[in-house]
């Protein structure tokens, strides 16, 4: 205390130790809470795990058509490299034509001079009789004739063999040429139906799906199934477009918007007006039946055409 300091502070003296700290109260849960708390996070689980199958579903049903979709697109790239080879294959079987019948002409030339040079074997067996008279000019004509002769009719069978030796392999180039092209349309025709399946069911058939019934059941059909017939029919024009095309049959119908549920079809030999009218492909409500009927055996007329240029000559076919 003389110094003037506390008694605590003085040396020597034992310190004090802190005070001790008291937590504060407890929060108090209930069960009830904990128990709600679970339930509504199990809730967000089931949710969240629903809309995961969902997204996966909705996922799959996208992807499937548009890889359907790149499977058409990739059919349709391989038809048109198809159509592509077909012309050019058409091209060089023109060229090889033209060329048989080059080596055709040449062929009928070489026989022509040989018998050209048969008169002029006549013509001196005439000169030797006239020359009868001199022996040694007789004999010394022979020989030159002769030796003439000799080497004429070598170089006449030469041109003879080398004639149809060029007319042999022109020939098996064609026949070549025109099994690649067999080949290639039988793999196109092939594609074709595949893209468009055609079943038969006995009383009516389908395209991708979609029933057509024949040309007698068309003419009466209701109106409610407008569309799915409409669409059926410019598949089955589609179908008959591609096929005269691969084949290379002229028809004497066209066929516009083929492939789609609004198709027409025009009959080139029409003589009743200048320009040929658009027969419809489809009949519905605002259209008259007839021109509806007019297409139908256009597009019947069209397609025993193509059955006729591939020698299936019975209509019931």
Request: glycine share 10%; with cysteine; hydrophobic share 35%.
């Amino acid at each position: 205390t003389a110094t003037g300091g506390s008694p605590s502070s003085a040396p020597g003296s034992p310190q004090r130790p802190a005070p001790v700290q008291r937590p504060g109260p407890a929060k108090q849960i209930a069960v009830s809470e904990i128990c709600a708390a679970g339930d509504h996070v199990s809730a967000m689980l089931g949710r969240l795990r629903d809309l995961q199958t969902r997204s996966a579903a909705l996922r799959g049903a996208m992807e499937a058509p548009v890889e359907h979709s790149r499977a058409e697109a990739m059919l349709r790239l391989k038809h048109a490299r198809c159509g592509r080879r077909l012309t050019d294959l058409r091209a060089t079987l023109r060229v090889r034509e033209a060329d048989v019948e080059a080596l055709r002409g040449r062929l009928g030339e070489v026989r022509r001079q040989a018998a050209g040079e048969g008169d002029a074997t006549c013509s001196r067996a005439r000169m030797q009789d006239w020359l009868a008279c001199s022996p040694g000019l007789q004999l010394r004509l022979q020989r030159r004739i002769g030796d003439a002769t000799g080497k004429g009719e070598e170089g006449k069978e030469m041109r003879e063999e080398e004639g149809e030796q060029g007319v042999a392999e022109a020939r098996a180039r064609l026949r070549s040429l025109r099994l690649q092209l067999q080949c290639r349309q039988m793999r196109m025709l092939h594609e074709v139906c595949q893209i468009y399946p055609i079943e038969n069911h006995g009383r009516f058939r389908t395209i991708r799906g979609l029933r057509l019934a024949c040309i007698q059941t068309l003419c009466h059909q209701d109106l409610r199934e407008e569309e799915a017939v409409s669409t059926a029919l410019g598949y089955l024009a589609h179908v008959l477009v591609t096929l005269v095309g691969i084949l290379a049959v002229p028809l004497r119908v066209v066929l516009s918007r083929a492939g789609s549920s609004r198709c027409c079809i025009r009959d080139l030999h029409e003589v009743r007006s200048p320009e040929p009218k658009e027969w419809p492909l489809h009949y519905g409500r605002g259209l008259e039946r007839g021109r509806f009927e007019t297409a139908l055996r256009l597009l019947q007329d069209g397609i025993q055409q193509l059955t006729y240029s591939r020698g299936h000559l019975d209509d019931r076919r």
